[in-house]
């Protein structure tokens, strides 16, 4: 009984999607820079481009690095196809451009990534897609919004910076039912902490720029899920050429051996910090779904394996704080990325809302006086430390 049971994600993340591409007796995938594909036989090379046999043409499509690196998000999210593109956002567009035609109606929430909202509220409406953008919190009115009629529904949870929960289960299943293709962003919690294709999604894409490479040394996007609807999505994509890079593909493949490892310290880490920081007289709110004071920490609770790495606070002292804040940290880079080893830590305004005014970020209901922090690999007991020794002057 015991050689039938699936392996773990920790199994996963280090083998997982790997075998097939390793090349004389190499027990690492190779970095494969050639741009294309040469077959000294012609009607071989015909079977290859009509995709009757298994090969690579041309790196704009396919190349054997990057198809690992895919492989491996691939089993990790459980799906039954994945593809990779140059960076999150390129995920994105590219999914929703490929889903949406002009007349269509996308369902989705005010609290999805700052550049998400922008491809929402600035560019699909230019092509003659109605977009329709929920309160995150307002599971009926998302529900009566799919209702009417709509061909995606879109959604991301946790929300990125206030880390708002929604009912992935429940809201796919209105989606279904209308009929929409549900596409779930899953960068904050990574398949480690949650698998939304079991719960419902059509497709499940990631900034791998984020989690899943973990070192902040690579960008990239991927998707997976339904084969029909990633075949669509890659299509678009080899003509559009958002491509992966392959040595980008290799980094991001090597930092996902030890996704599971890293993943379960952040999510150890930060819920030990988010307890620190709500009893810290100079924090207003804490943000993280694996409080119990956090609205939608039941819905959390039964969707994810763990919270995640990422959580925000507001400081009593609103974004004068902040400025005086954040320098003394002695373990966080200032900086716009999230889950690196590194601890990183940022106000809405430079980071995630960078693309946003001050008007949009209050209208998204984003405090001046947040920040993000990321939390890294290293040792809990010095990042308490740190975060002790960096509030004290604000009092
Ligand atoms: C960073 C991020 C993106 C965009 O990814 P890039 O790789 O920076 O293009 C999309 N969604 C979420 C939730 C993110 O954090």
Redesign the pocket.
Known sequence: MEEDKDPGMGTLSVWGGEEEYLLQGATQVPVVHSVAFGYPDVDEWLEVALGHQPGHIYSRNTNPTVSAFEEKVRTLEGAEAATSFS???AA?SNTLFTLLSPGDRVVSYKDT?G??NKVFLEFLPRFGIQVQLCDTHDHEMIEAEIAKGCQVLYL?SPT?PTLKVVDLERLARAGKAAGARVVV?N??ATPINQRPLELGADLVLH?A??FLGGHADA?G?VICGRRDLVEQVYHFREINGATLHPMSAYLLLRGMKTLSLRVKHQNQSALHIARFLEARPEVSHVYYPGLESHEQHAIAARQMAGFGGVLSFSLKGGFDAVRSFLPRLKYAHLAAN?GSVETVAGPPATTSHVECTRQEREAMGIPEGLIRYSVGIEDTADLLADLEQALQPVR
């Open positions: 960076t999150g956002m994105i990534y550049g998400t991301e990125n962003d960068t904050f900034s720029t984020k960008l996007g999230l």
